[in-house]
């Protein structure tokens, strides 16, 4: 078996809350004391991503779904852990020794009305990246460059003088996604690409990220909240609860036969065409605050089949013998 | 006699160079304790019609023409003061942004008292029982201990289930709930909409519900309507049209959803978007976008054609009728 592009061990990721040391100090029980506290987004994660595949990162709002993206990217740095990238471990460059991988490696984010800036016309966004990762390409290369990614997104190249605002929610995330593939990358990080669009025109954004996959060879990391999406687009997926994963197989495998609790209730949640009622499984109250983490799996305050080992022992992802790795310890001990 | 019944309502906003039609003539109608679900792209439309039936469209805004007859009295033509006896107590709305709807410096309980106490001439202390006993139909836990809290002291579900009880407060004949699950994550989506449906069928209100996850309609909603640029092109009983669409734009909604496809395989696309109010195409509004596009269709607007219990507005689909019953008749 080929080695992953990209592989992710005991990724964690802390953001302080606490601010300054003066803010730190507090009165308490008759003398001061130092209190610190932070954000737990991401608690021990690990991913391989392997070549030409679609990984799939689900979960809901404050999973650390969107964390782990960023991380990847470099745009946080980890508070522990190590991201390796084509076997090289990328966490801790800095400065120049950054700038290879980041050619190879290229994001796309949510909201296409932020990421485009509003001051420079299309050919200059795009432009961009070109002229900082090729300063040797002559005007030629990069006009010809710039008329190819504009042409395989759909855009007509001769709106290259336009300016964002000019252009609807799918055309800018269309120029959002030539700019990524300006620079010919092999890895694309996808922060929720597809949310602020209309159906129709999710529709038209996801054929276009499957076209650019097969014809240039792209590996995704696609993170999504939309489970219907993932069953569309993913090979692999990854279910995400409270910065730990807890249920990672491929795609047809998790949903055809879910087995982490949670990834059964995520999945029974998605209103489906052919329900005349709702018929979710029903979760005991809501996602704790990452704050202060349950001990244990981070999962067992809401779930039904928790016991007393489930609070206490936090459970680390197992493979199972449908082929899915679960992080559960009713699955494990076969009480599920 | 239908509870409402909106005829031929014609919204415009005012602005410089001439008027944005947002709404053109839309008709349609909701029965007692019914529930109705519109569907539709952003720019459709869809919550313009709902704002309008209570006039709340704000400058330049205006209705510009038609009715919305509620128990036979026309809204559109009631002044401010006759409205604001009805909005809140005999129709209710829920809105997308449970933050944007609740007062940040008050408490809920503070809020859900001064709207009881706006339509009842009650005590107080009836009023608090009255907003306790509808947290308690919402199923928030701790019932007590919520109306002394402030809105950001709840979570984003729990919030949307205290609008939910706002809007339960004086016994409404409707709600009119505008994407009320979409700022929610999927779970809690879920929760938020089989409760609005459980309450809905329990005190047999009538529900008007935007949105445009066809799946929601789906489940929530006996019938439905299909906006596309400020008109309905297609209205029946939901299930009739989710499996058997006849509006090409209907159809391509619904096969465009990833779940329509097969894994890895491309996505059945609609080609372009949806026009701006400004430069609206003439006849069909659909017709750049249309797979069956004809001369004809460029021309004028097509009038509704029944098919089953579904009314649409296609040439194509009205042709399609038209041929049958020829062949019927040869055949005959």
Redesign the interface.
């Known amino acids: 078996m080929t080695s992953p592009l990209v592989r992710i061990r005991g990724l964690e990721k802390r953001f302080d809350l606490s601010g300054g040391l003066l803010e730190q100090i507090k009165f308490e029980g008759g003398r001061f004391r130092r209190k610190q506290e932070a954000v737990h987004a991401i608690n021990g994660v690990d991913l391989d991503v392997n070549r030409g595949e679609a990984l799939c990162v689900v979960g ?2 404050g999973c650390g779904k969107s964390t782990v993206a960023r991380t990847v990217m470099g745009l946080l740095s980890p508070s522990a852990g190590e991201i390796e990238y084509d076997g090289n471990r990328i966490d801790h460059l800095e400065g120049k020794d950054v700038l290879p991988y980041r050619r190879k490696m290229q994001m796309i984010f949510q909201n296409p009305y932020a990421s485009l800036n509003p001051r420079m016309t299309i050919q200059q966004t795009l432009e961009e990246p070109i002229r900082f990762h090729h300063p040797d390409w002559s005007p030629m290369q990069i006009r010809d460059k710039i008329h190819e990614v504009m042409h395989s997104v759909g855009i007509d190249p001769d709106w290259g003088s336009r300016f964002g605002h000019e252009f ?1 929610g ?2 800018r995330q269309r120029i959002a996604i030539a700019r990524a593939l300006a620079v010919d990358p092999e890895f694309i990080v996808a922060d929720e690409p597809i949310s602020a669009l ?7 954004v ?2 276009l990220l ?2 650019a996959q097969e014809s240039r060879g792209l590996t995704y990391l696609f993170i999504t ?5 993932v ?3 993913g090979t692999r997926v990854a279910v995400m609860y409270l910065g730990r994963v807890c249920e990672l197989a491929d ?2 495998t998790l949903f055809a036969t879910p087995r982490h609790p949670y990834t059964q ?2 999945l ?11 018929n ?1 499984i ?2 005991q109250g ?1 996602v704790p605050t990452p704050v202060n983490l349950p001990s244990g799996c981070v999962f067992h305050g809401r779930c039904p089949y928790a016991n007393d080992r489930c609070r206490q022992e936090i459970p680390e992802l197992i493979a199972t013998d449908g082929g899915a790795r679960v992080a559960c310890h009713a699955v494990e001990e076969g009480r599920l | 006699m239908a509870l409402l019944e909106v005829k031929n309502l014609d919204v415009r906003f005012a602005v410089r160079g001439g008027d944005l039609k947002a709404l053109r003539g839309i008709s349609f109608s909701l029965d007692k304790g019914e529930r109705l679900g519109l569907v539709g ?2 720019g459709a439309g869809k919550s313009v019609a709902a704002f309008s039936i209570l006039n709340l469209i704000a400058r330049p805004g205006y209705i510009a023409g038609g009715q919305i007859l509620f128990e036979g009295t026309d809204l559109a033509a009631m002044s401010e003061r006759e409205l604001s006896k009805i909005r809140g107590n005999r129709i209710a709305m829920i809105f997308q942004d449970p933050m944007m709807t609740l007062n940040p410096v008050l408490t809920i309980g503070t809020q859900m008292v001064e709207a009881i106490l706006a339509h009842r001439r009650i005590s107080k202390k009836a009023a608090r029982d009255i907003a306790l006993d509808r947290l308690k139909k919402v199923q928030i836990p701790s019932p007590e201990k919520r109306l002394e809290q402030y809105p950001h002291e709840l ?1 984003g ?2 919030r949307q289930r205290v609008i939910i009880a706002i809007a339960l407060l004086l016994d409404p004949e409707i709600i009119i709930a505008d994407e009320p699950t979409t700022a929610l ?7 938020i ?2 409760l609005l ?1 459980d309450l809905c069928e329990q005190e047999n209100v009538a529900l008007m519900l935007i949105t ?5 309609v ?3 909603t006996q019938r439905m309507l299909v906006m596309y640029s400020g008109r309905i092109i297609e209205q029946g009983p939901t ?1 009739e049209i ?1 499996n058997d669409a006849q509006h090409p734009y209907t159809q ?3 096969n ?6 097969e ?2 395989e ?6 372009g ?2 026009p701006s109010l400004k430069n609206v195409p003439s006849g069909c509004p659909f017709h750049p976008r249309c797979r069956f596009a004809t001369g004809q269709c460029k021309q004028a607007m097509p009038d509704y054609v029944r098919s089953g219990n579904v009314d649409v507005a296609c040439y194509e689909v009205s042709n399609l009728i038209e041929q049958e019953k020829h062949m019927q008749e040869a055949e005959s």
């Open positions: 809901e709002s609807s799918g055309q209309d159906v129709s025109i999710q529709a038209q996801l054929n499957m076209d909240h939309d489970l219907a999406v069953e569309h687009f795609t047809q209730a995520l029974s949640a998605i209103p489906k065409l052919e329900d005349d009622r709702p979710h029903r979760l809501e | 792209e952003s979570s579900g729990m994550d999927v779970t809690i989506q879920a929760e909409m089989a449906l445009h996850d066809l799946g929601v789906s489940q929530v299930r989710i391509g909604l619904i465009a959803l990833p779940q329509m496809g894994p890895g491309r996505l059945f696309q609609i080609p978007s949806m």
